[in-house]
């Protein structure tokens, strides 16, 4: 390819951004795209895995190999958003010091490095912090995939604290609404505080009309649990709300996300009927390996992962009582509860259910879409996660997939969404959150 014809700027991807995201290549325009032959080599590894990771490798090759049609991919092909895609099998003619050639991580970044060594503005693209170090350490510019990230520190948190004066809240207290010009989002909830008093009213907007309503007095429960805060009445109000059929829950350990989602898919689907069956699922082991690497038959492999689902559904049942429900195993056996891994999920129709999916934060933009998008008519998803107890590697809380979910969905009139913040579990449980 010619010289002038070469983009400003010439962008290495690691494998990781392509597992991340497929189609990460499309998100840069007008410039250069080069992928290293050592990307190839490990995506075709990766294909034969049964998880996401198997399943994002697979679409990333047969999106490489859709453009094959189009050109040569070592010389270059010309793409829809103005850039240019080459695979390269480029090293340094010395490779520097305490490098090894025997590592992938090495091999890609030494492509990134040989490119910067022919004077052209290279940026190394990873999700791995420590090959974005030791890019760095080479004198490369290394920066992280940037598309699906969020300001965790600005996250829509459903619901708005707000002080009012005495006699707003008298007129609130008094006539059940109040005047207000700021409109809500749909589905979004307002806590109204006297500025005088301790008072205060959670409200939601009116429809049709700029004023807000005050919710009455909680009463009553959901399966035997009722809310102890605002936040956890609102995560109620959002779960029992057949209108709303995608939830999130975000929230520090303890903070009651779980066992309010479970306990409102209890009375939906034992009491309300409204859906056929509830499916819990969580990832199974965080790092992102699948439990058929594990001895022993499906449900023994998934007993430890599925455990804390187990204890809130027994914490749940132990006040719950129904005279047709006595147990875990009893709601299993009449098909009104599933309790699955989610590699499981994939490649399911799932309609008529309450579909509840524990330790989001741990999957990618790119998981949470293919799963929410399982999603079949009259089936209700929620999400439940902590942003800041990660356990993948290649995520933070502000590249999550439930985080990036929480923005992309906000003020969509189907999306209704709660930050929960006090932890209900217990002192110690409150202290260690905050503490540790």
């Known amino acids: 390819m010619a010289d002038e014809a070469r983009p400003v700027k010439s962008f290495v991807l690691d494998t990781n951004v392509l597992i991340h995201y497929p189609e990460a290549i499309m998100s840069f325009r007008d410039n250069e795209i080069v992928i290293p032959l050592t990307v190839l080599e490990e995506l075709d590894n990766l294909k034969t895995y049964s998880d996401q990771r198997g399943k994002s490798a697979r679409e990333a090759i047969r999106f490489l190999d859709s453009l094959i049609k189009k050109g040569n991919l070592h010389e270059g092909v010309r ?105 809500l989002l749909p589905n979004e909830y307002a806590l109204l505080r006297d500025r005088q008093g301790a008072r205060e009213v959670l409200a939601r907007r009116a429809e049709g009309d700029l004023s807000l309503r005050a919710l009455p007095p909680w009463e009553g429960h959901v399966a035997g649990i009722a809310p102890l805060n605002a936040r956890q009445r609102v995560a109620l109000e959002l779960l029992l709300d057949d209108s709303v059929r995608l939830v999130t829950l975000v929230g520090k350990a303890g903070t009651g996300k779980t066992l309010l989602a479970i306990a409102a898919g209890l009375r939906k689907v034992v009491e309300d009927k409204t859906y056929s069956r509830m499916l819990v699922t969580r990832p199974v082991v965080p790092v992102g390996k699948d439990i058929g690497f594990m001895p022993g038959e499906k449900s023994a492999k998934m007993a430890n992962w599925m455990q804390p689902l187990f204890d809130n559904l027994e914490q749940i049942l132990g006040v719950y009582k129904r005279p047709n429900v006595k147990g875990v195993d009893q709601l299993v056996k009449e098909r009104l509860l599933e309790i699955e891994a989610l590699s499981f999920i994939r490649g399911r129709s799932l309609p008529n259910q309450y579909m509840i999916v524990d330790e989001a934060q741990n999957l990618t933009p790119h998981e949470i879409k293919t799963l929410v998008s399982r999603a079949g008519e009259g089936t209700k998803v929620v999400l439940t996660g902590d942003p800041y107890q990660i356990d993948n590697m290649y995520l933070d809380a502000n590249s999550n997939g439930l985080s990036y979910l929480v923005e992309a969905f906000k003020g969509q009139a189907l999306y209704g969404h709660v930050t929960l913040q006090k932890s209900e579990r217990s002192e110690l449980a409150e202290l260690a959150a905050s503490l540790l």
Do not use: H
């Open 79 to 183: 793409l829809d958003n103005g850039s240019v895609l080459r695979v390269s099998y480029l090293l340094p003619d010395t490779t520097p010091e305490a490098i090894s050639l025997d590592k992938n991580d090495n091999k890609i970044i030494l492509c990134a490095y040989a490119l910067q060594s022919q004077g052209r503005m290279v940026f190394f693209v990873s999700k791995d912090i420590n090959a974005r170090v030791k890019a760095t350490a080479l004198g490369l510019r290394a920066v992280d995939y940037e598309k699906q990230k969020v300001d965790i520190a600005t996250l829509y948190q459903g619901l708005r604290e707000i002080d009012v004066s005495s006699e707003n809240m008298a007129r609130l207290l008094s006539t059940g609404e109040l005047p207000w010009k700021e409109r």
